[in-house]
């Protein structure tokens, strides 16, 4: 198939393509590289633009011929959002609705959807399975949620056929070495723990140690960015052997605490890391595990590289090797 992957220049996006490429499909890579680097995008053409471009997209699915879109690009940051929710309904909202309005015009018939787990907003029970509530607390999963809501009316009307991947915390980097992670500025855990191994940062600092879970740190749901890319394939299988559309969880089932991936990265590193406990981050929940048995069960997702050590291992190969991260132009 001929797929067209927006966003295709960032972590999860880069990732995906790489797996998609090696599976045989055509890619093309939409990406503005406001967020997304040019280096990761080496086996598909890219192509620079913004998704809010309606004739630029119509007519880059009728040119291709593309068959199914992967849409990555967005704005993902819990923190951001609270303090620019306008960005972030421009970005996910609005930039979303640009791209399904050209996806219907063109008669693009599936779509793949990148969710997140913070669409739940507070979990009422743990592990989290898809039939829980979505009460985002942020505008980040508001606006998830929003274009999630929009799909069923679109299947129904225009007979859109689509799949919603809900992420928990997306980690870890390409086994083989290629790709990693790499945001500007740095805000998750797993980058920044690394950092500070590599002396790049002064110290790790804990976001509160008073939450209620066993050692008082946040517990996460840990997933490799793989096995994420891996789920996409499985999904596009599913709609284009008839799925109609469907919602799931990526995660693993098993929580890690800060504390819990801060010793286990400290074991791969081999030395301790400088460390504090500082306040809470605005907007963390204290737990946050999936339940993604529906995919497993579903379309037989296996994930192969989960687990925690194989998780910071992986990214720690990567961070070594790009201790500046990509190529900044
Ligand atoms: N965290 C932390 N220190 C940091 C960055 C993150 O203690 O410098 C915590 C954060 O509060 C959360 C967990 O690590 O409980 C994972 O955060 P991250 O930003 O990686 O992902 P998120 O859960 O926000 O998607």
Redesign the pocket.
């Known amino acids: 198939m001929h797929i067209l992957v927006t966003g295709g220049a960032g972590y999860i996006g880069s990732h995906t393509v790489k797996e998609l490429v090696k599976t045989g499909h055509q890619v093309t890579v939409l990406d503005n590289l406001s967020k997304g680097w040019r280096a990761t995008v080496n086996k598909a053409r890219l192509l620079k633009g913004e998704l809010t471009d309606q004739r630029l997209l119509c007519e880059l699915l009728q040119a291709e011929k593309i068959e199914a879109v992967m849409h990555f690009a967005a704005s993902s940051l819990?923190g951001e959002s609270m303090q620019c929710p306008a960005d972030y309904y421009a970005n996910n909202v609005t930039g979303s609705l640009v791209l399904l309005e050209a996806m219907r015009k063109v008669g693009v018939p599936y779509f793949v959807f990148s969710s997140t787990?913070?669409v739940y907003g507070e979990p009422i029970e743990i592990p989290i399975s898809e039939d829980h509530p979505t009460i985002p607390t942020n505008p980040y999963g508001a606006t998830k949620l929003a274009l999630e809501e929009a799909l069923p009316w679109y299947y129904q009307a225009y007979g859109l056929r689509y799949i919603s991947l809900r992420y928990f915390?997306a980690?870890g980097a390409d086994p083989e070495g290629e790709l990693g992670e790499d945001h500007n500025p740095e805000?998750?855990?797993?980058p920044?723990v690394l950092k500070t191994a590599l002396g790049r940062a002064p110290e790790?600092?804990?976001?509160?140690n008073d939450y209620p879970t066993p050692d008082g740190?946040?517990v996460?749901d840990y997933i490799h960015v793989t096995d994420l890319a891996q789920a996409h394939i499985l999904a596009l299988e599913a709609l284009a052997g008839g799925v109609d559309f469907s919602i799931y969880n990526l995660g693993n089932g098993n929580g890690y605490s800060?504390l819990e991936?801060v010793q286990a990265t400290e074991k791969v590193v081999g030395k301790p890391l400088p460390k504090t406990f500082t306040q809470?981050?605005a907007g963390?929940p204290a737990i946050?595990v999936a339940s993604a048995e529906r995919i497993k069960r579903e379309l037989q997702w296996k994930p192969c590289y989960s687990d925690l050590q194989t998780i910071i291992e992986t990214a720690w190969r990567w961070q070594q090797k790009n201790p500046l991260g990509y190529p900044k132009c």
């Open positions: 819990v787990a913070a915390n980690a805000t998750h855990l797993i920044l790790i600092k804990i976001f509160g740190t946040c996460r800060v991936v809470r981050r963390d946050l």
